[in-house]
């Protein structure tokens, strides 16, 4: 059993800041890929960052400049700090990974339950 446990979600005014955390905890051989999607009502999922076993990181045009994804490898854990957030980032965001459980197994993917962030005044 793999599980994504997120944290950190919540309201806050526009022009504020969040960090988000996800941790990867069961039977884990490695890690290929973390990341954060996330869902506003009534459109689709969408990728906002992710970052891979290298360190090399990926964003949304939308959040670039603004959200900072980063890991600890350690501890399987991976955040996503939002700053400058503005409305349009309202949604749920989940969290992701593509994990290895064993050293035979192929990699898959993992999703979180998802927490709610809401940037409102």
């Known amino acids: 059993q793999v599980q994504l446990v997120e944290s950190g979600g919540g309201l806050v005014q526009p022009g504020g800041s969040l960090r988000l955390s996800c941790a990867a905890s069961g039977s884990i051989f490695s890690i290929n890929a973390m990341g954060w999607y996330r869902q506003a009502p009534g459109k689709q999922r969408e990728l906002v960052a992710t970052v891979t076993s290298d360190s090399s990181t990926n964003y949304a045009d939308s959040v670039k400049g603004r959200f900072t994804i980063s890991k600890d490898s350690a501890k399987n854990t991976k955040y996503l700090q939002m700053n400058s957030l503005k409305p349009e980032d309202t949604a749920v965001y989940y969290c992701?990974?593509?994990?290895?459980?064993?050293?035979?197994?192929?990699?898959?993917?993992?999703w979180g339950q998802g927490t709610q962030v809401t940037v409102s005044s």
């Open positions: 992701y990974a593509r994990i290895r459980r064993f050293s035979y197994s192929r990699y898959s993917d993992y």
